[in-house]
């Protein structure tokens, strides 16, 4: 059969974006019942090959994912309500909205367990930032947050359904990297858990993160400690935001290193935890949802792999746009 083609998915509203390559497909179910499929050329920061080498690409891929998948959520949000005379975002929306976003995880991942951390300091639960037990507290804080935050957002009802699409993007893939047929039917059986999910490519980021910041942020206040309180943890906030591009760089080749360890002890246990958090952000999805996501699949693969799909023909509507 070949070698499988490494494919990224993401849930939207109402739907499934699937991406390959240099293009990505978006399958979402309009309010009339059809099924209305975009496929577009991936939107890439740079063509430098060198930040496609290991140990570099992981934050790239990163800022290019939370780009096209915003611009993806806000186009799917206007089939499904509006099918297809809702508008796009402009480029000054997208990243006004990006922008949004990554102050929100500021605030949340970063500030909140600093906060947080320096609050059990001051408690005598915990020492000072240039200590290790600062930053297990951190760290601590930081997962819980993160688990709150998905159990609490899995109760909305829209997003309670973006879940079922995000397991239905899951069942899909498995059933075509297992090869044969995939269609709706197929895809039933398979678990809605995947190796190389973005959610436990986030649960890797923390727990290197904690790890990183354990070691680092004590070698830096040895180096220079301000004699303020204040700039002191100011200081190590900057720094820890900075150490955001190297971590996510390598949390990228560990996910990627687990996914290609198989059914090994060693990758069993390194795929656990991520495989886990996916149970909060993936629900068992209906032949519905899934018939959207073998759409996505099958249109961003192309016409030449369109023999291994079945496909409901009858309810599919495709929508060509400009390329973006």
């Given at each position: 059969m070949g070698t499988v083609p490494r494919i990224g998915g993401q849930a939207v509203m109402e739907g499934v974006m699937m991406h390959?390559?240099?293009?990505?497909?978006?399958?979402?179910?309009?309010?009339?019942?059809?099924?209305?499929?975009?496929?577009?050329?991936?939107?890439?920061?740079?063509?430098?090959?060198?930040?496609?080498?290991?140990?570099?690409?992981?934050?790239?891929?990163?800022?290019?994912?939370?780009?096209?998948?915003?611009?993806?959520?806000?186009?799917?949000?206007?089939?499904?309500?509006?099918?297809?005379?809702?508008?796009?975002?402009?480029?000054?929306?997208?990243?006004?909205?990006?922008?949004?976003?990554?102050?929100?995880?500021?605030?949340?991942?970063?500030?909140?367990?600093?906060?947080?951390?320096?609050?059990?300091?001051?408690?005598?639960?915990?020492?000072?930032?240039?200590?290790?037990?600062?930053?297990?507290?951190?760290?601590?804080?930081?997962?819980?947050?993160?688990?709150?935050?998905?159990?609490?957002?899995?109760?909305?009802?829209?997003?309670?359904?973006?879940?079922?699409?995000?397991?239905?993007?899951?069942?899909?893939?498995?059933?075509?990297?297992?090869?044969?047929?995939?269609?709706?039917?197929?895809?039933?059986?398979?678990?809605?858990?995947?190796?190389?999910?973005?959610?436990?490519?986030?649960?890797?980021?923390?727990?290197?993160?904690?790890l990183a910041h354990t070691v680092l942020v004590p070698a830096l206040l040895l180096l220079w400690t301000p004699e303020s309180f204040w700039v002191k943890h100011l200081l190590t906030v900057v720094f820890k935001l900075a150490l955001l591009v190297p971590i996510s760089c390598l949390s990228y080749e560990i996910i990627q290193y687990a996914a290609r360890m198989g059914d090994s002890i060693c990758g069993r246990c390194l795929r656990a935890p991520g495989l886990f958090l996916q149970r909060l952000t993936t629900r068992e999805p209906d032949s519905a949802q899934l018939e959207v996501a073998v759409a996505a699949l099958a249109a961003v693969l192309g016409p030449e792999a369109r023999d291994r799909f079945v496909l409901p023909q009858d309810v599919i509507h495709v929508t060509h746009l400009p390329r973006s």
């Amino acid at each position: 059969m070949g070698t499988v083609p490494r494919i990224g998915g993401q849930a939207v509203m109402e739907g499934v974006m699937m991406h390959h390559g240099d293009a990505y497909a978006m399958a979402v179910r309009q309010p009339d019942g059809a099924i209305a499929v975009e496929r577009h050329p991936w939107f890439r920061l740079t063509g430098l090959a060198l930040l496609r080498r290991p140990l570099l690409r992981g934050f790239p891929i990163l800022a290019e994912t939370l780009v096209n998948g915003v611009r993806c959520l806000n186009r799917s949000t206007c089939y499904a309500v509006q099918g297809e005379t809702g508008q796009d975002l402009k480029n000054w929306q997208l990243m006004l909205t990006l922008l949004v976003s990554l102050l929100i995880a500021v605030g949340l991942f970063v500030l909140l367990p600093h906060l947080l951390s320096m609050l059990m300091h001051w408690l005598e639960l915990g020492g000072d930032v240039d200590g290790v037990v600062f930053h297990l507290w951190d760290g601590l804080f930081k997962v819980l947050i993160l688990l709150g935050y998905l159990a609490a957002i899995g109760f909305m009802p829209d997003i309670h359904r973006m879940f079922c699409y995000h397991g239905a993007e899951h069942k899909t893939l498995a059933a075509f990297e297992a090869g044969g047929c995939v269609s709706a039917e197929t895809a039933r059986g398979f678990t809605r858990l995947h190796p190389r999910c973005g959610t436990t490519f986030l649960l890797f980021v923390l727990v290197v993160a904690v790890l990183a910041h354990t070691v680092l942020v004590p070698a830096l206040l040895l180096l220079w400690t301000p004699e303020s309180f204040w700039v002191k943890h100011l200081l190590t906030v900057v720094f820890k935001l900075a150490l955001l591009v190297p971590i996510s760089c390598l949390s990228y080749e560990i996910i990627q290193y687990a996914a290609r360890m198989g059914d090994s002890i060693c990758g069993r246990c390194l795929r656990a935890p991520g495989l886990f958090l996916q149970r909060l952000t993936t629900r068992e999805p209906d032949s519905a949802q899934l018939e959207v996501a073998v759409a996505a699949l099958a249109a961003v693969l192309g016409p030449e792999a369109r023999d291994r799909f079945v496909l409901p023909q009858d309810v599919i509507h495709v929508t060509h746009l400009p390329r973006s």
